[in-house]
């Protein structure tokens, strides 16, 4: 992953560090000095070319190996007009589920020769900088969006842009003229819920993200919607004192859950929008006296590396996958500019563990 170190460019302890270091970093320079020829036909070996003798390709290929000298992939590509980059636009990466596919972003570019840059996007404004100046030929080869839905204007912009753009996460109409990856979060949240009236629960809450001012996330509503839908089949209420929303975290998904079960009519079970917030529900019930899953079933959704520590059931969606396909959509795109957008679906799945059960 390469890192943009500009604002040490001037500072004077940053010189000194690499000066001391340069050393560490042969250029052909170096290795036709070594090598006793010239700038050409160092650069006529590395590049395989056939014009050179056999003698004079050993000496270079030898310098190469004594100075352990490893060719700049940034260099090769401004060569041929690339920059070998690759940038994320993402919101809140910290967050487990986002890291996760950034984890099979990297993995995949780095494997296929190419740097990655990170634009975290945690306002609006970032956002919509990001939007207008990142898809430039000038810094990157292409761009992917992940789960940050884009206006018309947007739209047109990235059809204009010399630059690919591949959308993760984002299931909104308007990204149709774009290579998507996307998850199937209505199935997601009916998978979770029809668990749960398959146990026999009746009482069903539902906690949900706050949506962000200005991003226009559609996981949660799709999730929520699921939830929904699974209700009304197994012609059960859709109760509103059993939906509760709130910005993500888990003291905020803490302090609503003991809301929803301290009041008359508490569920017996309650599906959170994401494992994040169902530890929060988890921690409620505890601080309440009730039992999990015996007095409450919990369910989450994501299924990142805390929830099978925790034993907590939950929806997997393929986060690392997401990723890993995303690039290779994006690597398609730069190969075959003219073939059709697709729209790849990734699947979810229910994993069971310890924090569900039939109601006493």
Not at 184 to 205: E, P, S, W
Request: charged residues 25%.
């Amino acid at each position: 992953m390469r890192l943009l170190l500009n604002e040490l460019a001037c500072d004077t302890p940053w010189k000194r560090f690499h000066t001391m270091f340069a050393h560490m970093h042969p250029t052909i320079k170096d290795i036709a000095e070594r090598a006793g020829v010239g700038l050409g036909t160092v650069s006529r070996v590395l590049n395989d070319h056939p014009r050179v003798s056999e003698t004079t390709r050993a000496k270079v290929l030898g310098a190469v190996r004594e100075l352990n000298y490893v060719p700049s992939l940034a260099a090769r590509g401004l060569s041929m007009g690339k920059t070998q980059s690759i940038a994320v636009i993402a919101p809140f990466f910290t967050r487990s589920a986002f890291v996760e596919r950034l984890h099979g972003i990297e993995e995949t570019t780095s494997a296929n020769g190419y740097d990655l840059v990170i634009y975290n996007v945690d306002a609006v404004e970032k956002r919509d900088r990001y939007f207008r100046t990142v898809p430039d030929p000038r810094r990157v080869d292409g761009v992917i969006i992940i789960s940050l839905p884009p206006s018309a204007s947007d739209v047109a912009r990235f059809q204009r842009s010399a630059v690919p753009v591949v959308f993760a996460d984002v299931g909104n109409p308007v990204c149709e003229p774009f290579d998507r990856i996307v998850i199937n979060d209505i199935q997601g949240g009916r998978l979770a819920t029809q668990h749960l009236i398959d146990l026999g629960h009746r009482g069903i809450g539902y906690i949900g993200d706050l949506p962000v001012a200005g991003f226009n996330f559609t996981a949660g509503e799709d999730r929520f919607e699921g939830y929904r839908r699974a209700l009304i089949g197994a012609g059960l209420p859709v109760r509103p004192e059993h939906h509760l929303d709130g910005r993500f975290g888990r003291e905020v998904a803490r302090e609503l859950a003991r809301r929803m079960l301290a009041s008359a009519g508490r569920p017996t079970a309650i599906f959170a929008s994401n494992d994040t917030q169902a530890l929060g529900v988890i921690e409620a019930a505890g601080d309440l006296g009730l039992d999990v899953p015996g007095d409450l079933s919990v369910v989450g959704y994501d299924d990142i590396e805390t929830a099978d520590f925790l034993g907590l059931t939950t929806v997997r969606q393929l986060l690392f996958e997401s990723g890993r396909r995303s690039v290779e959509a994006l690597l398609g795109r730069l190969q075959s500019p003219e073939r059709a957008p697709l729209c790849d679906t990734l699947p979810v799945e229910l994993i069971v563990r310890r924090t569900t059960a039939p109601p006493r």
